[in-house]
């Protein structure tokens, strides 16, 4: 046997099978290079440069809010801020404590902070503290080398240099919040953590127009994706400025003039439903909301019993009261159940169902026709030409001067108001007959009346423009010019129906026995056209009727009466009508008109669409001066 050339044929054998199994190896690995270097080479460079590149959002500068002048309601200002990076510190906790010594952050903005690095990931900053003033922006400066992986730097935030005067018309923005995701959850903007958002007023309904469009940054990022360098940066767009219809001038005073009243008030063109003033008190500074509100200030807020989160000129519904009845006369002329000869005799109540319906004067105002029951407000001329009429009639009219419905203003949360029908009884009250004494009720102003300060300044509008259907704007590139012939459909009211209208406004300032001859401003000899309103707000019992009515100053606020004047002027070629209400504030002669009548006086003197040629006038009384 040869042993030899077994052993030898065997290695042989095996050495074959190795080799061919190294060849094998080899050629599955070359394969594999040749697959992911040459076949998928571009696939996976990509895949590799994605990882390699970070893309980030840049939050724009918002647009600006400008009155019709150019002048600033809200802007951006410089904001000195700090953020810290939590896994470059030493000790997080710490560094903050540390901060604390420097900078105001009171103990419950530090737990929040905590809180938030909980959520975060460490090699991100977290905004601290923003809003410093230069002092402490430069005692943080100071310790930076002390304190590794805290970060000062400048931005913009929104700031309000009239806070007060125009927080309900311009509002605030704020933080993004889980609601808001729900309504916008594939904007990227909203993920940023300065980013801020429109949450009331105009900041709010002109949302996307203020915003802009977010700039981005190019970033090589390392495998945990923290950021190494910045590769390009494209600076966003910044949000388109609104500018208004608002006269800051006369808006401050209105302000000013309402001082510490819960009060609104609404002044508008006539013919091109620019509001010049919608003022709103009291106010509140939006500048707080800016940063995270304190809870002791929001608590503040939702307590105070004038309500300064309220909006009244769009958002409060009040009882019109007397200011109503110009369009109760229009709509009883219209029927034909009166005209200029009719006379009704007020002995001081009006005997009804079974029921007595008083008039505001107890001895009674004698016999009145159409023209001195306006200007005397005599509530029993209404009680009668309303049982002439009926309450569907008075609600179309009301209709028709832009009341009972939004008008699409501008602003959020604008309320409708209400003017009630028999059909809306029968659907929306547990007692669905109408009761003809409610019909009474609603002719002057009260029962289920309601309207809004901006509703009362529409209807004022219509009657002083002649009946055109002019609609509120607060958009100075939406407003319109020339007369409101031109500009908006007739209410369908004929011309002398709407004039007598304007004849029973004009006696209220300019008649001998007006209830707002108060009203009369001396420098204005063109004259004034307005009703007083006084609505109640409690039901005045019989034995209180007795007993005496308890006078305003009595009762507790809540209860007394709310105030009201409506005006336009000049008496000749209107421009400029007023809505006015003091909430609780008493008599509608006593309290709002003098009110109305000095911010009626700033806005026909000043003339800011022009329409009056005021400034002559004003001239002189500054010579005079």
């Known amino acids: 046997m040869d042993i030899k050339g077994e052993r030898y044929r065997k290695l042989t054998r095996r050495a074959l099978i190795l080799g061919g199994a190294q060849l094998l190896g080899v050629g599955a690995l070359v394969g594999r290079m040749v697959h992911l270097q040459i076949l998928k080479a571009d696939e996976y460079k990509m895949l ?44 997080f906790k710490d560094t903050l404590a540390r901060l604390s010594d420097v900078i105001a952050m009171p103990p419950e903005k530090v737990e929040a902070v905590i809180r938030q690095a909980a959520r975060s990931r460490r090699f991100l900053p977290l905004t601290v503290s923003d809003n410093l003033s230069w002092e402490e922006f430069a005692r943080v400066n100071s310790i930076v080398p002390e304190l590794p992986g805290v970060q000062p730097d400048a931005g913009r935030s929104r700031f309000y240099p009239y806070p007060a005067e125009f927080a309900l018309l311009v509002g605030y923005v704020g933080q993004v919040t889980d609601e808001d995701l729900k309504k916008l959850p594939n904007d990227p903007l909203y ?40 590769l390009s940066r494209e600076d966003g767009v910044a949000g388109k400025d609104l500018v208004t219809t608002i006269d800051a001038d006369i808006q401050r005073f209105a302000m000013q003039r309402m001082g510490e009243e819960s009060a609104a008030a609404v002044v508008m063109n006539i013919h091109s439903g620019e509001v010049l003033a919608m003022a709103s008190a009291p106010g509140y500074d939006p500048n707080d909301f800016n940063f995270g509100i304190k809870t002791s200030t929001w608590k503040a807020l939702l307590k105070d019993p004038r309500k300064p989160l309220l909006n009244k000129a769009v958002q409060g519904q009040f009882p019109p009261g ?50 001195s029951a306006v200007e005397q407000s005599c509530d029993v001329f ?51 007959k109408w009761h003809d004494g409610e019909t009474l009720s609603v002719s002057i102003g009260q029962g289920y009346m309601l309207s809004t300060p ?30 409101a012939a031109v500009n908006f459909p007739s209410v369908g009211v004929a011309s002398e129906i709407v004039k007598a209208g304007q004849h029973g406004m004009i006696a209220v300032v300019e008649g001998g026995r007006g209830t707002a001859r108060i009203a009369r401003i001396r420098e204005w000899p063109r004259g004034l056209a307005g009703k007083t309103g006084t609505s109640q707000v409690r039901v005045i019992t019989a034995a209180q009727r007795a007993g005496g009515v308890p006078k305003n100053e009595s009762r507790p606020w809540e209860e007394r009466d709310h105030a009201l004047f409506i005006a336009y002027g000049p008496i000749e070629n209107p421009a400029y009508a ?31 669409c022009g329409l009056t040629g005021g400034q002559p006038v004003l001239a002189e009384l500054k010579k005079d001066a």
């Open 322 to 371: 007397s200011t109503f009845k110009p369009v109760v006369v229009m709509a009883a002329l219209e029927a034909g159940a009166i005209d200029a000869n009719t006379k009704v005799f007020c002995p001081g109540h009006m005997n009804f169902g079974g029921r007595k319906f008083h008039c505001w004067k107890k001895g009674g105002h004698g016999t009145v026709d159409m023209i």
């Open 454 to 483: 901006l509703q009362l300044a529409v209807m004022t509008s219509r009657i002083a423009n002649g009946g055109y259907a002019v609609t509120p704007t607060l958009v100075k590139d939406k407003a319109k010019s020339g007369p």
């Open 578 to 608: 007023i809505a006015l209400i003091v909430e609780h504030g008493g008599g509608g002669s006593a309290v709002a008109a003098p009110i109305a009548r000095d911010i009626m006086r700033e806005v026909l003197l000043k003339d800011p």
């Open 48 to 91: 590799a440069e994605e990882n390699r590149i970070d893309l980030r959002l840049i939050s724009p500068l918002r647009g600006r809010i400008l009155d019709r002048h150019g002048h600033e309601m809200a802007n951006n200002q410089l904001n000195y801020r700090v953020s810290v990076i939590p896994e470059q510190t030493n000790d």
């Open 382 to 432: 209404f009680y009668e030409i309303a049982r002439r009429i009926g309450v569907d009639t008075i609600a179309d009219m009301a209709n028709r001067f832009g009341l009972g419905h939004r008008h699409g203003i501008e602003i959020d949360h604008e309320a409708a108001g209400l003017v009630p029908t028999r059909a809306w009884k029968a659907t929306r009250r547990r007692d669905r």
């Open 191 to 230: 993920m940023l953590p300065d980013f801020r958002i429109g949450k009331r007023g105009l900041e709010a309904y002109h949302e996307k127009r203020l915003r802009g469009v977010a700039g981005l940054r190019r970033v090589e990022v390392n495998a945990l994706g923290r950021e190494v360098r910045e």
